[in-house]
């Protein structure tokens, strides 16, 4: 198993156990330009979903279409914690933006 892998790997079962580690710093989880694909981001909303450490994400230039910005969109619907996602340099396109303002919009509604 290639090191980046192993490190992801890692940073998943991290991520469920609600475990900090290097790669989130005062809440802000970094995973630009890692190359992640549909099934790296499946897994990772999938760690998310019960993660309440997390509060940002930059996910920056990582060739995310708008699939993969859905995928992003589903696991803000049961993360309460996480509210703000970088996804700079992506190409989510309109859809996959529709999604995730949508689903970041409910949790600002459902706080006030």
């Known amino acids: 198993m290639a090191k980046k892998q192993r490190e ?28 992640l694909n549909i099934i790296d981001l499946t897994v990772l909303a999938e760690a998310l979903k019960g993660n309440n450490t997390v509060t940002q994400i930059n996910l920056t230039y990582n060739n995310i279409d708008p699939e993969g910005a859905k995928v992003l969109g589903n696991m803000l619907k049961v993360n309460n914690t996480i509210t703000h996602i970088d996804l700079s340099n992506n190409d989510i396109g309109p859809e996959g933006a529709k999604v995730l303002a949508k689903n970041l919009l409910s949790k600002v509604v459902k706080k006030e």
């Open 8 to 35: 992801f790997k890692q940073l998943l079962q991290d991520l469920i156990n609600n475990n900090p580690n290097n790669l989130v710093r005062n809440g802000e989880l970094r995973l630009e330009s890692q190359e």
